[in-house]
């Protein structure tokens, strides 16, 4: 029963749970166990809260047997990337400048999660600060991708996704603000879902990656993040660029049809390098659009690379907030951080702003671009999982830039849309790869819609790392 529990999707485990036929504390103890089993060889948990998840376990089934109004993810365990705020629970973003931070009050999110009746497993793994998009720090080294351990899970909400893949949680919430939930979701083989910018609201949290951070699930399951996004969505004060709630639920989203839809497929944005299984398992999941009633159009959208833009934008915004530790704690960060922080301080206030309104003008080009579309695909990630920490300098032959292993993720940050990583199939040797779905702006239900479209047509949870 236990297998049963931890391989559950979360829509099952709270249908199980209203309907009296499991309960929350069998739930919780069935993962606290696989967790207890797998996490010391993944380590995508840097913290387990088995006290915690079990008080609110017991408490969900008092709340059961007494025929108390549930809430729609009732007794369903969660995790919380270390990056986002837990009230009472230690919270360091990966950095040794935060190993005591015990924060008051959870980030908006955690709390409707808390809300709904998710019962909060423990924190996952991120770098620190977040700063690169693979997963590890100095505090607790590195996160290991399930389906092979001597590769990389991504990042940075890598623990997230490594746990999401291995059945240590039907749960994960992560945060993206350059490909941080899309990127570990290709590489280990699960959904991650980027939300429009502003569809859950920010606060409190740590600073950083402003106007293109956000907060989003990572799930087996297109119908598990759709469920969690009803949940976490919706405008709240606290954060004035929040949006008000919509009409009706994600999940329904689901069940939308997409005949007749008009579609982009994109290979490589007309500038990035791919690999070739990479490239070749995203054609083939792209296919399948026009299998669905699709129309799909080979397309090359003439945008520029904007890797310099998005750079200098995150080094200046890393510098103010966190020059002041330098050079007294220089010592307890990570160096690739440290020169991130650096580098900002040599952008000027005019290159900033002129950066700016470089990502204005990208926008009004990817906006008129999407004008004839429904929604755009390309590839997640320009590579499979690699080994070790450090990204490839060579992607299929051609030499590429720091970022130019995820080249197709980090755009969609500067622009706000909605977009889900799915499972688009394996390499030959048993790789996840991921296809990108981008929508329109504020069309989360439409790149849902999609999303589970095409799961239904190719489904993948049922295919499982081996423990």
Not at 145 to 171: D, H, I, Y
Not at 354 to 364: G, I
Not at 373 to 397: K, M, S, W
Request: proline share 7%; hydrophobic share 45%.
């Amino acid at each position: 029963m236990s297998d049963a529990l931890t391989w559950g999707s979360a829509l099952e485990l709270a249908a199980m749970i209203r309907g009296k036929q499991v309960s929350p504390v069998e739930v919780a103890e069935a993962h606290l166990a696989r967790i207890e089993a797998l996490n010391p060889a993944l380590n995508a948990y840097c913290t387990v809260t088995a006290d915690v998840a079990r008080r609110a376990a017991r408490e969900a089934e008092i709340a059961v047997q007494k025929n108390e109004p549930l809430g729609p993810l009732h007794g369903v365990p969660v995790s919380i990337k270390d990056a986002i705020y837990t009230r009472g629970i230690r919270t360091t973003c990966g950095s040794r400048l935060f190993a005591d931070f015990v924060p008051e009050e959870d980030a908006i999110a955690v709390a409707r999660l808390r809300a709904a009746g998710a019962v909060i497993l423990g924190k996952t793994m991120t770098s620190e600060l977040g700063h690169m998009a693979t997963t590890r720090n100095a505090m607790f080294g590195p996160t290991h991708n399930p389906w092979r351990r001597e590769r990389t899970a991504g990042g940075s909400s890598g623990g997230a996704a490594a746990a999401v893949a291995a059945g240590l949680g039907p749960l994960a919430l992560g945060t993206d603000g350059g490909g941080s939930v899309r990127i570990p979701a290709s590489f280990c083989g699960v959904v991650g879902f980027k939300p429009s910018y502003g569809r859950v609201p920010q606060h409190p949290g740590f600073p950083g990656y402003e106007h293109l951070l956000v907060t989003g699930p990572l799930t087996r399951t297109v119908r598990d993040a759709a469920a969690m996004l009803d949940v976490i969505a919706g405008g709240d004060d606290r954060d004035r660029v929040s949006l008000p709630r919509e009409p009706g639920a994600y999940l329904e989203a689901c069940d939308e049809d997409v005949k007749g839809l008009h579609v982009a497929w994109s290979p490589d944005l007309g500038y990035a390098a791919v690999d070739a299984a990479v490239l070749a398992r995203c054609e083939d999941a792209a296919a399948e659009f026009e299998t669905l009633g699709c129309h799909v159009e080979v397309v090359n959208p003439a945008w520029e690379d904007i890797e310099e833009l998005f750079r200098t934008l995150v080094a200046a915004q890393f510098y103010a907030h966190w020059s002041d530790q330098l050079p007294a704690a220089e010592a307890q960060m990570d160096p690739l951080l440290v020169r991130l922080i650096r580098k900002g301080g040599s952008i000027t206030a005019r290159e900033y702003v002129l950066a700016e309104e470089r990502a204005k003008a990208y926008w009004t080009e990817v906006v008129t671009f999407l004008s004839r579309f429904d929604f755009l695909l390309t590839p997640t990630v320009a590579v499979p999982p690699f080994a070790g920490e450090r990204p490839p300098h060579e992607v299929a032959g051609r030499e590429v830039s720091v970022l130019g292993w995820m080249p197709f993720c980090f755009p969609f940050n500067l622009t706000g849309q909605p977009a889900a990583s799915v499972p688009a199939g394996f390499t030959d040797d048993g790789l996840p790869v991921g296809l990108q779905i981008v929508g329109r702006r504020h069309a989360d239900r439409a790149v849902l819609a999609a999303a589970a479209a095409f799961e239904a047509a190719r489904p993948w949870s049922e295919r499982r790392p081996t423990p």
